[in-house]
């Protein structure tokens, strides 16, 4: 994800990205994802190792459909974020209001290797923005930055 020093969102933007990511959409809370940055260029994000996640009980490994799910999520939080950059001439509960049409079309995980580990990062970023749909790239990494799967998805937005 593109570095960026600072955020064009107001901060009641971001606390409002952040209520319906990681508290209204209660899976998100299940799966304990987290929301670090949020720009117009992509966000990032973060999941704690919990033993309701393990997919693997001999070895510890997080789930596969814990990663799917999140990388899911953190890609659809790209594009809100992306919706809100494009829109940045509305109120902030304005913008917020167009994320209700949203939802994947398409979802593509490449497992690269086992996740196991404490803690696990993720990034998103958006490659298109268009009018009825979305596309974007996902990565889900270890808290040592090894990456254990990447992701590309499509979005409804209209």
Do not use: W
């Not at 913008?95 to 086992?114: E, N, Q, V």
């Amino acid at each position: 994800m593109p570095s960026s020093s600072t955020s064009p969102f107001e901060a009641e933007f971001v606390a409002g990205l952040k209520d319906i990511f990681e508290q209204r959409i209660v899976f998100n809370r299940v799966l304990g994802l987290r929301i670090g940055k949020v720009s117009g260029e992509g966000v990032s994000g973060s999941i704690a190792m919990r033993p309701e996640l393990i997919g693997h009980y001999g070895h510890h490994r997080l789930h596969g459909g814990v990663i799917s799910a999140a990388l899911d999520a953190l890609g659809g939080l790209a594009v809100m974020a992306a919706i809100g950059a494009r829109h940045m001439d509305e109120a902030p509960a304005q913008r917020l209001h167009r994320f209700g049409k949203l939802g994947t079309i398409d979802l593509r995980i490449d497992y690269l290797r086992p996740a196991i580990g404490e803690r696990f990062e993720l990034t998103a970023q958006v490659l298109r923005l268009g009018s009825r749909v979305a596309s974007t790239r996902m990565e889900f990494h270890g808290a040592d930055g090894k990456l254990f799967a990447t992701g590309a998805a499509a979005y409804i937005v209209s």
